[in-house]
């Protein structure tokens, strides 16, 4: 039996650090050690819920529900997921992040159980709508970057605002700060702009390195 719980935790662990591996490789808020605690954690959960109190049951007249635990981790994830999502200027990051965290809590409770190709299929399903999806979609997906740059006065900043709108970037938010000493006069801008995947930061150099005076800080 424990050979059994051994393979079962391992198991959990290895698919649970594949999902995270693709987060980890697309900078995401939770990673390869995280996605791989989950799983593992939510493995033993469920272990435990089915095994832990078999010695009660030698009592008499005592009964338990072996999915009671099980179900208290799907909500309990759900602190560790809403931890990954993150408001910042009208833009909301980390959904994705969440809902991966959240099936990787299923896919460890089903290695718990022993329901080891129910818990690798969702595994390769998860791997396939997070990274197979966007090569074959990629008109259908997003990317929210942050741009930095200097500019030297507001109908620059305009004028390379619709540029960016020509070129479908949606610019969400922007803010513009004037500091004469530290910037030699021109004004720092930062933008958040939303742009589908096939377009580069190249793109946006380019469309910026279009007008004289501007200074590319930074593109994240």
Avoid at 32 to 53: P, Q
Avoid at 109 to 126: D, F, K, Q, R
Avoid at 188 to 201: D, G, P, Q, W
């Amino acid at each position: 039996m424990m050979w059994s719980f051994f393979l079962r935790l391992m198991a959990a662990t290895a698919m649970g650090a594949a999902i995270g591996l693709e987060r980890e490789y697309h900078a995401k808020e939770a990673g390869v050690r995280t996605h791989l605690l989950v799983a593992l954690g939510s493995c033993l959960f469920m272990i435990l819920s089915i095994y832990g109190f078999d010695i009660m049951l030698d009592r008499g007249h005592v009964s338990f529900d072996p999915s009671r635990i099980a179900s208290q981790v799907v909500t309990g994830i759900g602190f560790i997921g809403a931890g990954t999502i993150i408001l910042q200027k009208q833009m909301v990051r980390g959904l994705t992040t969440a809902a991966g965290l959240w099936v990787t809590a299923a896919i460890g409770l089903a290695c718990g159980n022993g329901m080891y190709v129910m818990a690798l299929v969702t595994t390769v399903i998860v791997l396939v709508s997070l990274g197979v999806i966007n090569v074959f979609l990629p008109g259908l997906s997003q990317k929210d970057r942050q741009v930095t740059f200097l500019v030297t006065d507001y109908q620059v900043l305009t004028e390379i605002l619709e540029n960016l709108r020509k070129e479908k970037i949606s610019v969400m938010n922007y803010e513009m700060h004037k500091d004469a000493d530290e910037n030699n006069g021109k004004m720092l801008v930062s933008l958040e702009i939303r742009m589908k995947r096939y377009n580069s930061v190249n793109e946006i150099r380019s469309i910026l390195r279009n007008f004289e005076n501007v200074e590319i800080m930074t593109i994240v």
